[in-house]
C-alpha cells in the first residue's frame, strides 16, 4: 500500500468511527458467542467477531500508515 500523505478531518473521524464501532462488534460478538446455547450461533458469532478483528487491524494499519493516532476519540 502506497503511503498517505494527506488526510482530511472528515476522513480522520470516518475512520475513528470505523475504529470504535469495529472494536464494539467484536465485543458483542464474543459476548453472544459466549452466552448463545446452541452451537451452529455459537460457531456464527465467533466467525464474526474473528471478522471484525481482521476489519479492526486493517484499520489501525490504514490509521498508522497515514499517522493518525489509534486511540479513541
Known amino acids: 500500500m502506497a ?13 475513528q468511527d470505523a475504529l470504535a464501532a469495529e472494536h464494539l462488534k467484536e465485543k458483542k460478538y464474543a459476548l453472544y ?17 474473528k471478522e471484525s478483528n481482521k476489519h479492526r487491524s486493517r484499520i489501525e494499519e490504514l490509521m498508522r500508515h497515514t ?4 486511540e479513541p476519540h
Open 33 to 49: 458467542a459466549s452466552t448463545a446455547e446452541d452451537k451452529e450461533l455459537q460457531s456464527l458469532f465467533q466467525r464474526l467477531a
Open 67 to 70: 499517522g493518525l493516532s489509534i
Open 3 to 15: 503511503p498517505v500523505t494527506m488526510v482530511t478531518e472528515r476522513e480522520k473521524l470516518y475512520l
